[in-house]
């Protein structure tokens, strides 16, 4: 399969690059990008000879949460479309949660939504002093479903709360205090840092590196299909409520929801 929205390569040391390409999207994930994240996540989980992946991104933002024309097509869907489109999202955050391969993220400007959620499944997240983060979706009405055991998981039910509920951006320091992020370093310093992140990990016998982080998530959050399920029903429910309809109608329209106005 030719792949356009990501890119992977190989080292000689079995340390695999993971490039979002999408930068003039903001790296926002399309239907595409979800499959072939998804299909990547389990050819990289299969190959006995990557020891580490790195998940970075081209362009300006690391990544915007959902694409625009993506977010367009499940407000004219009905229902069992939408619970569809949100299942091969949360099957995507499945995959590269569960890859038994440390994973380390590389990150750079903004990380909105399903961006925060892709920093969620990664094991070690670099983060340079300039990044934004922020769980943006009540901004249009919505929740973010598909990302919070993975998020909750991450930095805990107290953190995310306030997170979830306000919609706020919040800068790289809070982020790293929430534990979202394991370090923050200056933009000059942010390829030396993920270099050393690798490093660590390449100590580790890797049979036992996949074992161990299989057994963290077997002590931590449980996040089951049922949980899974669970999520994608209330994004679903609330998509059809009003303010759902009046944050993305907002949006496209560029305008202020009526709660701002």
């Known amino acids: 399969m030719k792949l356009q929205t990501i890119r992977y390569a190989i080292d000689d ?4 690059r993971l490039t979002v390409a999408r930068p003039e999207k903001h790296n926002a994930l399309s239907a595409l990008m979800i499959s072939e994240l998804t ?3 389990g050819r990289l989980g299969a ?4 020891r580490a992946v790195i998940l970075e991104a081209e362009g300006k933002s690391f990544c ?26 949360a099957m995507m955050f499945k995959a590269l949660n569960e890859m038994p391969k440390p994973l380390i993220a590389r990150i750079h400007g903004n990380a909105f939504g399903g961006g925060v959620g892709l920093i969620s499944v990664c094991d070690a997240v ?12 009540a901004r249009l009405g919505l929740i973010p479903a598909t990302i919070s055991p993975y998020v909750i998981a991450r930095i805990g039910e107290a953190r995310a ?9 919040f ?8 534990g979202l992020v394991s370090m923050v370093v200056n933009v000059a310093s942010l390829d030396a840092a993920v270099e050393a992140e690798v490093a660590s990990f390449l100590t580790a016998a890797p049979g036992a590196a996949g074992r161990a982080k299989r057994l963290a998530r077997s002590l931590g959050t449980p996040i089951t299909d049922a949980v899974i ?3 994608i029903e209330q994004l679903a429910d609330t998509w059809e409520t009003e303010e759902a309809r009046e944050g993305v109608s907002a949006f496209f329209e560029r305008r202020e929801p009526s709660w701002r106005a």
């Open 39 to 41: 299909d990547v996540a």
């Open 13 to 16: 040391r079995g340390v695999a």
């Open 47 to 50: 190959d006995a000879t990557v």
């Open 126 to 137: 670099v983060a340079e002093h300039g990044a934004k983060f922020g769980l943006t979706e």
């Open 161 to 169: 709360r306030p997170l979830f509920m306000s919609a706020r951006i």
């Open 229 to 231: 399920a669970a999520t």
């Open 171 to 178: 800068g790289a320091e809070e982020a790293k205090t929430a």
């Open 64 to 89: 915007a949460g959902g694409d625009l024309e993506w977010m367009r097509q499940q407000f004219a869907a009905d229902r069992p479309t939408r619970i569809a489109e949100a299942t091969r999202l």
